[in-house]
């Protein structure tokens, strides 16, 4: 299977002279097409850091991303947009709802971006708010649904332009236990029936646990990894006693 | 830190955003300055002669300026106070008594205040000279003026403004008592709802608009009535039907799935119904500068065109005593740079008459020359066309009086002459809508067969005229003079129909349009200017207000990958659509207007109306462009 994301000692630093701190310090990942990948650690780890520097949203001070074979580095802002557009969905914790647009609008955005024919657009936009279960409030708009709502009318627009890898950052940290639930069994569906790559940061290990693997950062640097394997209450267990070597603080893990 | 510091700090903190209120307020006072400094300066009306008092003119105009200047200030300080309500509940937090952050902002409107005032009354002392050179080339007068300023204007600029930014800021002192704190620390505008439109408002909105139109085109005496339905219309249709339109062009998806459009749309939308009260003003505002300035342009445009038509001679001498009109010519030989070129004296024989046409009868006197002194008179003035009379039966009439606009076509209408107790007929078989000789000399001729003329003529109905063609019309003002005082001299008795000797000039009507004219392209350019400046700052700032809530709209766009080229197109197709609605608007209305005066001046206007709206558009747009720039600076602040 092809890598979507390659991840070559990365290093970021912060602050000049004399007032240096460093965020992230020679990370490595790889990311296989198909995976769905968590990235957990306490607060400060540089989970953040890393997410957006994958996203384009941020350079690094040293070391190389691949993202679908293209180095993400070595492109002008032109292109990172495109590419953003193209290659990469997001999910945020607060949304990131346009609230001047219905949830169908903010779904479609993307595709009327990249000018793609309105019934195709229709046809996608269909089939996607389907799959979430949000066919029935599509004509709503931001401020008029609920969380969990808001967070799978985010995740549909993230993969509506079928991107190679989808960045979520803490996707459930704004939502009610049920919402939370009900969006991670959303991820995991899109992740086993659609294939979607996606790597999620989030400090929940709840939330972790439905991931098929999971890196633990801790200091700017790979602390650990856990490969899921057996029931998700087994994983769920697993990564709560990473979380207690990684000594983050109870108030990260629960 | 005193509140003082605290108040300066926030004025060079805040001075982008004040900018563009700072120079409309330099320029408002600049502009009042200059008209002030022209009420009391007499260089100016030194050289008009003390007969007339422009004074008066500049006066009115500079209180215009001050009203409107009032209003403004007190739009953009209640603007201003709005924007900075987060910043004042946080002082409030701070334990900030209410009374200090009032006397705060207090110190800081009076601080802009004076700071403009001494910027533009300085820029107005440096620049009046030039302002009253231009105002003289206006009117026609090429001398140099001095340099001079004056005390009063000075004076009265400080005073008038003082007073103005006195009122304004106590207002905004009495705001901060009204802000409850929790109040001031709520965001603006989250949850604001997508905006409703009635079908059936926006219809009345357009029926309201068009009503008035139509009324005013068939009666222009009903103006008010017009003006009222007109600016009501404006509102509903900023307040209703533009959400309606943009929520129509929604539909159509092909456009509306295009790109950045259903960005633009939908912030649009989302933004238009807080923005409609804003629009509507500026449509009408538009509408009223447009509209003005199309009267001064058509007016000045409509004396340079036909100047020379209503006077084709340079002096006409009427008097039924030979010697006089001898004497005048003596004085003109008198002035070699006024030589006279040509002359002409024409016998008209004045009668009583009725002209009739189908509905109405008009009783007037009437002149009557003969067929050959017309032809001589054609030939003075260059006329080539061929005029003849088959009979004498026939007349050709000259009214220079005539408008399409008020007055029927004479052709084949009927003239009748009373002759003590008889009367004759005549069949107009041709018009003339232009002075004879020159204008108010003789306003309706009527041309006879010469056979008529003999058969008509009586030395108790004639009158004589004596028409000149002087070398240098342009140039006579000494001779003008010379001649009026000449003809004063000469009592007109009680009895006598016409003056025993009158003098009309070319140049004193030349001189006396060019005076007026200027006068009013003066005061309206600037006049406009001002209104144009502070409508220009008030999109400015509401838009900028807008772009800082949209911040992290725009954001969410850069991250899900909207490029910079995107964002900025999306950008300057809204607010070009918040810029070019009231605009146009405004032209559509200020065009309906001034249809009326293409009317009353019956002449074509477009070139003088299309010069004065691509002005307007012109300085209008280079606010529209200042207000994207600034626009995608705020949205893409870090």
């Given at each position: 299977?092809?890598?979507?994301?390659?991840v070559?000692?990365?290093?970021?630093?912060?602050?000049s002279?004399?007032n240096?701190?460093t965020?992230l310090?020679?990370?490595?990942?790889?990311?296989?097409?198909g995976?769905?990948v968590?990235?957990m650690?306490?607060?400060g780890?540089?989970?953040?850091?890393?997410?957006?520097?994958?996203?384009?949203i941020?350079?690094?001070?040293?070391?190389s991303?691949?993202i679908?074979?293209d180095?993400?580095?070595?492109?002008?802002?032109?292109?990172?947009?495109?590419?953003r557009?193209?290659?990469?969905?997001?999910?945020?914790q607060d949304?990131?709802?346009?609230?001047t647009l219905?949830?169908k609008?903010?779904?479609?955005?993307?595709?009327?971006l990249?000018?793609i024919?309105p019934?195709?657009?229709?046809?996608?936009v269909?089939?996607?708010?389907?799959?979430?279960g949000?066919?029935?409030?599509?004509?709503?708009?931001?401020?008029?649904v609920?969380g969990?709502?808001?967070?799978?009318?985010?995740?549909a627009?993230a993969?509506?332009n079928?991107p190679?890898?989808?960045?979520?950052?803490?996707?459930?940290?704004a939502?009610?236990?049920?919402?939370?639930t009900?969006?991670?069994?959303s991820?995991?569906?899109?992740n086993e029936?659609?294939k979607?790559?996606?790597?999620?940061?989030?400090?929940?290990?709840?939330?972790?646990?439905y991931?098929?693997?999971?890196?633990?950062?801790?200091?700017?640097?790979i602390?650990?990894?856990?490969?899921k394997?057996?029931?998700?209450?087994?994983?769920?267990?697993?990564?709560l006693?990473?979380?207690?070597?990684?000594g983050?603080?109870?108030?990260?893990?629960? | 830190?005193?509140?003082?510091?605290?108040?300066?700090k926030?004025?060079?903190?805040?001075?982008?955003?004040?900018?563009?209120?700072?120079?409309?307020?330099?320029?408002s006072i600049?502009?009042?300055?200059?008209?002030t400094?022209?009420?009391?300066?007499?260089?100016?009306?030194?050289?008009?002669g003390?007969s007339?008092?422009?004074?008066?003119?500049?006066?009115?105009?500079?209180?215009?300026v001050?009203?409107?200047?009032g209003?403004?200030i007190?739009?953009?300080?209640?603007f201003?106070?709005?924007k900075?309500?987060?910043?004042?509940?946080?002082?409030?937090?701070?334990?900030?008594?209410?009374?200090?952050?009032g006397?705060?902002l207090?110190?800081?409107?009076?601080?802009?205040?004076?700071?403009?005032?001494?910027?533009g009354?300085?820029?107005?002392s440096?620049?009046?000279?030039?302002f009253?050179?231009l105002?003289?080339?206006?009117m026609?007068?090429?001398?140099?003026?001095?340099?001079?300023?004056?005390?009063?204007?000075?004076?009265n600029?400080?005073?008038?403004?003082?007073?103005?930014?006195?009122?304004?800021?106590?207002y905004?002192?009495s705001?901060?008592?009204?802000?409850k704190?929790?109040?001031?620390?709520?965001?603006?505008?989250k949850?604001e709802?997508v905006?409703?439109?009635?079908?059936?408002?926006?219809?009345?909105?357009?029926?309201?608009?068009?009503?008035?139109?139509?009324?005013?085109?068939?009666?222009p005496?009903?103006?008010?009535?017009?003006?009222?339905l007109?600016?009501?219309?404006?509102?509903?249709?900023?307040?209703?039907?533009?959400?309606?339109f943009?929520?129509?062009?929604k539909k159509?998806?092909?456009r509306?799935?295009n790109?950045?459009?259903?960005?633009g749309?939908?912030q649009?939308?989302y933004?238009?119904?807080?923005?409609?009260?804003t629009?509507?003003?500026i449509?009408v505002?538009?509408?009223?500068?447009l509209?003005a300035?199309?009267?001064?342009?058509?007016?000045?445009?409509?004396?340079?065109?036909k100047?020379?038509?209503r006077?084709?001679f340079?002096?006409?001498v009427?008097s039924?005593?030979?010697?006089?009109i001898?004497?005048?010519?003596?004085?003109?030989?008198?002035?070699?740079?006024n030589?006279i070129?040509k002359?002409?004296?024409?016998?008209?024989?004045?009668?009583?008459?009725?002209?009739?046409?189908n509905k109405?009868?008009?009783?007037?006197?009437?002149f009557?020359?003969?067929?050959s002194?017309?032809?001589?008179?054609?030939?003075?003035?260059?006329?080539?066309e061929k005029?003849h009379l088959?009979?004498e039966?026939?007349t050709?009439?000259?009214d220079e009086?005539?408008?399409?606009f008020?007055?029927?076509?004479?052709?084949?209408?009927?003239v009748?002459?009373?002759?003590?107790?008889?009367?004759?007929?005549?069949?107009?078989?041709?018009f003339k809508?232009?002075?004879?000789?020159?204008?108010h000399?003789?306003?309706?001729?009527?041309v006879?067969k010469d056979?008529?003329?003999n058969?008509?003529?009586?030395?108790?109905n004639l009158?004589?005229?004596?028409?000149?063609?002087?070398k240098?019309?342009?140039?006579s003002?000494?001779?003008?003079?010379?001649?009026?005082?000449?003809?004063?001299k000469f009592?007109?008795?009680?009895?006598?129909?016409?003056?025993?000797?009158?003098?009309n000039?070319?140049?004193?009507?030349y001189?006396?349009?060019?005076?007026e004219?200027?006068?009013?392209?003066f005061?309206?350019?600037?006049?406009?200017?001002?209104?144009?400046a502070?409508?220009?700052?008030?999109?400015f700032?509401?838009?900028?207000?807008?772009?800082?809530?949209?911040?992290?709209?725009?954001?969410?766009?850069?991250?899900?990958?909207?490029?910079?080229?995107e964002?900025?197109?999306?950008?300057?197709?809204?607010?070009?659509?918040?810029?070019?609605?009231p605009?146009?608007?405004?032209?559509?209305?200020?065009?309906?207007a001034?249809?009326f005066?293409?009317k009353?001046?019956?002449?074509?206007?477009?070139?003088?109306?299309?010069?004065?709206i691509?002005?307007?558009?012109?300085?209008y747009?280079?606010?529209?462009l200042?207000?994207?720039?600034?626009?995608?600076k705020?949205?893409?602040q870090?």
């Amino acid at each position: 299977m092809d890598s979507v994301l390659i991840v070559k000692n990365l290093r970021k630093i912060y602050g000049s002279k004399g007032n240096i701190y460093t965020a992230l310090n020679d990370i490595s990942i790889e990311i296989k097409e198909g995976e769905f990948v968590g990235v957990m650690g306490p607060s400060g780890a540089g989970k953040t850091t890393l997410l957006n520097i994958i996203a384009t949203i941020d350079k690094p001070t040293s070391g190389s991303i691949f993202i679908d074979g293209d180095n993400i580095l070595k492109m002008n802002e032109d292109k990172l947009s495109s590419f953003r557009r193209n290659k990469l969905g997001f999910i945020f914790q607060d949304f990131n709802l346009l609230d001047t647009l219905t949830l169908k609008e903010n779904i479609i955005l993307p595709l009327t971006l990249s000018k793609i024919n309105p019934m195709e657009i229709e046809k996608r936009v269909n089939e996607i708010s389907k799959n979430l279960g949000i066919d029935e409030i599509l004509n709503k708009y931001p401020y008029e649904v609920s969380g969990g709502q808001k967070q799978r009318t985010a995740a549909a627009r993230a993969i509506i332009n079928k991107p190679k890898l989808i960045l979520a950052d803490e996707p459930t940290g704004a939502l009610d236990s049920k919402s939370s639930t009900e969006l991670l069994q959303s991820l995991s569906e899109l992740n086993e029936n659609n294939k979607a790559t996606i790597m999620m940061v989030t400090h929940d290990a709840f939330a972790a646990s439905y991931c098929k693997r999971i890196l633990f950062i801790k200091d700017g640097e790979i602390f650990a990894e856990l490969v899921k394997s057996g029931s998700r209450k087994q994983f769920f267990q697993k990564i709560l006693d990473v979380l207690a070597t990684l000594g983050g603080g109870v108030d990260d893990i629960i | 830190m005193t509140l003082f510091n605290i108040a300066m700090k926030n004025i060079k903190k805040n001075f982008y955003n004040y900018f563009l209120y700072f120079s409309s307020m330099i320029l408002s006072i600049l502009i009042y300055f200059i008209f002030t400094t022209i009420q009391y300066s007499n260089q100016v009306s030194i050289l008009m002669g003390s007969s007339r008092n422009i004074s008066f003119a500049f006066k009115s105009a500079a209180i215009v300026v001050a009203i409107f200047s009032g209003i403004f200030i007190w739009y953009s300080n209640s603007f201003f106070l709005k924007k900075r309500k987060k910043e004042i509940a946080l002082y409030s937090m701070l334990g900030v008594k209410k009374k200090q952050i009032g006397r705060m902002l207090f110190y800081e409107n009076i601080a802009i205040g004076i700071i403009a005032l001494a910027i533009g009354i300085f820029m107005g002392s440096l620049l009046s000279k030039v302002f009253v050179m231009l105002l003289l080339k206006l009117m026609g007068f090429s001398t140099i003026v001095k340099f001079t300023i004056i005390p009063k204007a000075i004076l009265n600029t400080i005073i008038s403004f003082m007073i103005l930014f006195l009122i304004t800021s106590i207002y905004g002192y009495s705001i901060i008592y009204r802000f409850k704190l929790i109040e001031l620390f709520k965001a603006e505008s989250k949850g604001e709802k997508v905006p409703t439109s009635s079908p059936f408002i926006s219809f009345i909105s357009i029926i309201l608009i068009f009503t008035g139109y139509y009324i005013y085109l068939k009666n222009p005496a009903t103006m008010l009535i017009t003006l009222i339905l007109v600016v009501l219309g404006t509102y509903l249709l900023f307040s209703s039907f533009i959400i309606f339109f943009i929520k129509i062009s929604k539909k159509n998806i092909k456009r509306y799935y295009n790109g950045i459009n259903m960005i633009g749309t939908s912030q649009l939308l989302y933004r238009i119904k807080g923005n409609s009260r804003t629009l509507a003003t500026i449509a009408v505002l538009s509408a009223s500068t447009l509209t003005a300035m199309g009267v001064v342009s058509s007016t000045y445009y409509d004396f340079i065109s036909k100047q020379n038509a209503r006077y084709p001679f340079s002096y006409v001498v009427a008097s039924n005593n030979e010697n006089l009109i001898k004497k005048t010519e003596d004085i003109m030989i008198k002035f070699p740079e006024n030589k006279i070129e040509k002359s002409i004296k024409i016998n008209f024989l004045e009668y009583n008459g009725n002209f009739f046409n189908n509905k109405e009868e008009y009783i007037d006197d009437i002149f009557i020359i003969s067929e050959s002194t017309l032809k001589e008179i054609f030939k003075i003035r260059k006329i080539e066309e061929k005029i003849h009379l088959n009979n004498e039966y026939e007349t050709i009439i000259f009214d220079e009086y005539y408008n399409s606009f008020c007055k029927e076509d004479y052709k084949s209408k009927t003239v009748k002459l009373k002759l003590n107790n008889t009367i004759i007929k005549f069949k107009v078989v041709d018009f003339k809508p232009y002075p004879l000789i020159n204008q108010h000399i003789t306003p309706f001729t009527i041309v006879v067969k010469d056979e008529v003329y003999n058969k008509l003529y009586n030395k108790d109905n004639l009158y004589t005229v004596k028409a000149f063609i002087n070398k240098n019309q342009k140039n006579s003002q000494d001779l003008t003079k010379a001649l009026k005082e000449f003809a004063s001299k000469f009592k007109t008795p009680k009895n006598s129909k016409h003056r025993t000797l009158y003098v009309n000039a070319y140049y004193s009507s030349y001189k006396d349009g060019l005076i007026e004219n200027g006068i009013l392209i003066f005061i309206g350019t600037f006049l406009g200017l001002v209104f144009l400046a502070a409508t220009g700052s008030i999109i400015f700032f509401k838009q900028l207000s807008e772009a800082n809530d949209d911040k992290y709209r725009y954001k969410i766009l850069k991250n899900i990958g909207v490029n910079k080229k995107e964002i900025i197109a999306s950008i300057s197709k809204q607010i070009f659509f918040i810029f070019i609605s009231p605009l146009i608007i405004g032209v559509i209305h200020s065009l309906v207007a001034l249809s009326f005066i293409h009317k009353i001046l019956d002449l074509n206007i477009t070139i003088p109306i299309i010069t004065s709206i691509g002005a307007y558009t012109f300085i209008y747009m280079i606010y529209y462009l200042l207000t994207v720039s600034s626009y995608y600076k705020t949205v893409n602040q870090e």
